[in-house]
C-alpha cells in the first residue's frame, strides 16, 4: 500500500511538472492563450517538440508565379499588416472577425482557431457576415466589424483579392487587417491549428 501510494504520488508529481515545464513560448510571459470557437474553447499555444517540423504544404519554397506570386506587405492603401502577436492578441480580445479567405479545400486542412471561413471570391457578397448590412442594393458598412484576413501565405494572393474585393464593394478599409504570413507562418511557429469546418 505504501509503494502504491509513493508511485501514484510520483506520477502525479511528473504529471504536473511536465505541464508547468513549457519552454516554447508564444512571446515572453506568454506561453498560451484560451479562444472561443464554436467547438468550445481552443488554447493557442506552441508544439512543444522542439524537433517538430513544418508540415509539407507549407515547406515548399518555389511555386510557379503566377499564380503564386508573393505578395506585397501592403495588401491596399489604408489596411494594416500584422504579424502572429497581433493576432494572439485580437483573438483574445475579441476585437473583431478573424477570417481564413481561403478556399474550402485548404480551410479544412487546416485553420486558426478563432477563424470563420470567407473564401475570397465570397468575401464581397457576404459582408453581412461581417457587419454590414444592404440598403438599396448597396452596402452600408457603418457598423462593419474590425477583420483580419489571412490566406496560406507571403506567395498566396487569396487573402489580398478578398481585402481589395471589400474594398471595392465599400468595406472600410480602416477595418481591415492582412496576416501576410498566414498559415506558413503560423505552421512555421508550431502555433496550435485545428480542423476546418462548416
Given at each position: 500500500m505504501k509503494n502504491l501510494f509513493l508511485v501514484s504520488f510520483?506520477?502525479?508529481?511528473?504529471?504536473?511538472?511536465?505541464?508547468?515545464?513549457?519552454?516554447?513560448?508564444?512571446?515572453?510571459?506568454?506561453?498560451?492563450?484560451?479562444?472561443?470557437?464554436?467547438?468550445?474553447?481552443?488554447?493557442?499555444?506552441?508544439?512543444?517538440?522542439?524537433?517538430?517540423?513544418?508540415?509539407a504544404d507549407f515547406a515548399k519554397t518555389s511555386r510557379p508565379c503566377p499564380p503564386f506570386c508573393v505578395q506585397p506587405m501592403k495588401a491596399?492603401?489604408?489596411?494594416?499588416?500584422?504579424?502572429?502577436?497581433?493576432?494572439?492578441?485580437f483573438l483574445k480580445d475579441k476585437s473583431g472577425l478573424l477570417v481564413d479567405a481561403r478556399t474550402e479545400e485548404w480551410h479544412f486542412k487546416g485553420t486558426i482557431p478563432g477563424s470563420i471561413n470567407i473564401p475570397y471570391v465570397e468575401a464581397s457578397t457576404r459582408m453581412d457576415e461581417m457587419g454590414c448590412?444592404?440598403?438599396?442594393?448597396?452596402?452600408?458598412?457603418?457598423g462593419a466589424k474590425e477583420l483580419v484576413l489571412y490566406c496560406n501565405g507571403p506567395w498566396c494572393g487569396q487573402s489580398p483579392a478578398?481585402?481589395?474585393?471589400?474594398?471595392?464593394?465599400?468595406?472600410?478599409a480602416d477595418k481591415l487587417?492582412?496576416?501576410?504570413?498566414?498559415?506558413?507562418?503560423?505552421?512555421?511557429?508550431?502555433?496550435?491549428?485545428?480542423?476546418?469546418?462548416?
Open positions: 510520483m506520477l502525479v508529481a511528473f504529471v504536473s511538472f511536465s505541464a508547468m515545464a513549457q519552454e516554447v513560448g508564444i512571446a515572453k510571459g506568454l506561453m498560451s492563450v484560451i479562444v472561443e470557437t464554436e467547438d468550445g474553447p481552443i488554447t493557442i499555444e506552441r508544439n512543444q517538440d522542439t524537433k517538430n517540423e513544418i508540415m491596399a492603401e489604408g489596411v494594416e499588416t500584422v504579424g502572429e502577436l497581433e493576432i494572439v492578441n448590412k444592404k440598403n438599396s442594393g448597396k452596402w452600408d458598412c457603418r478578398a481585402i481589395r474585393s471589400l474594398i471595392n464593394a465599400g468595406y472600410p487587417n492582412y496576416y501576410r504570413g498566414g498559415m506558413q507562418a503560423w505552421h512555421g511557429l508550431g502555433l496550435t491549428v485545428v480542423e476546418g469546418g462548416l
